[in-house]
């Protein structure tokens, strides 16, 4: 005699419609209600925000402070920031701030360009070759320890106020990040993805471009990012000293042409780009590493 195992109506009808496929098709989960996506946008907005609040924060006390807590001599040293902003919209109608903004990006564009092209190739090289690495070492230790703007003095007598001695400055302060980082990067792969590799098979450029490389990419763009901050911060110092245009040029002639609000423009420019400049190489970097996205969602 055999028993029949039987199911209650009610436990079929709560998990038949569990089986059946959505409206998207099978495996996709229920849509969001509106509800839903005002409480996600919320959230967002609100982690955006908080994000945002010190930066807000700062900027009312700069706008603030000056009137109502400093004294009338301090404002004219620091004035509040809506005449900074007045100062910075006249400029950008005179075409000034354009021109300078144009000649500091001219400048750290081309020096930072020409120190990674030269520091990737040379950092994958020494980390490919141990006797190249042995051999230049010393050297570049030595130069690595030395700060660039006590250079500044020397390329300007080698090369003159132009601009070949400013962009030869920002190449040497954009180097050594990217170098080292590069030198780091492929150093830090994982061995066992170089044996698997080599067991497919793989010659030494498939396997220096299907996996060194991707594998190097992130810290590589590490010092890349730290190599953008620099050469801009070095840009500046080297246009305070000797330059007819840049922001460098705009900010230290407003401040002995005591035209105090000017100044304070070309340093909230310089900031400004200095944050643009960032948030790009953060976005190039995402490109690039797309496969350890790819990746890390798949687990």
Known sequence: MSAVLTRPPEAADAVEPSLQPGPSGPGTGPRPTPAGRIAAL???????????????????????????LASPSTRVFLPPLHEVLAAGA??????????????SLTRSVSGFSIAVVSAVVLGLLIAWYGWLSSF?????????NTATLALLPVFTLLLGIGEESKITIVAYAAFFPVLLNTIAG???VDPLLIRAARSLGLN???????????????????????AGTSSILVLIAAEMVGAKAGLG????????????????????TVSVLGLAVNVLLVALERHFSRWRTAVGAGN
Not at 42 to 67: I, M, N, Q
Not at 136 to 144: A, G, K, S, T
Not at 204 to 226: D, E, N
């Open 42 to 68: 919320t959230a967002v907005a609100g982690r955006a925000g908080w994000k945002s609040l010190a930066v807000l924060l700062f900027l009312a006390l700069w706008e603030l402070g000056p009137t109502y």
């Open 90 to 103: 006249k400029l950008l109608e005179t075409g000034q701030l354009q021109n300078h903004l144009q000649a």
């Open 204 to 226: 030494s450029f498939r396997l220096f471009q299907k996996v060194i490389l991707p594998s190097a990419v992130p810290t590589i763009f590490t010092g890349i990012r730290m």
């Open 249 to 268: 040029y705009l900010i230290v002639n407003s401040q002995m042409s005591f035209l105090i609000p000017d100044m304070y423009a070309g340093i909230l």
């Open 186 to 188: 492929v150093r830090t």
């Open 136 to 144: 230049l070492n010393p050297l570049l230790e030595l130069f690595r």
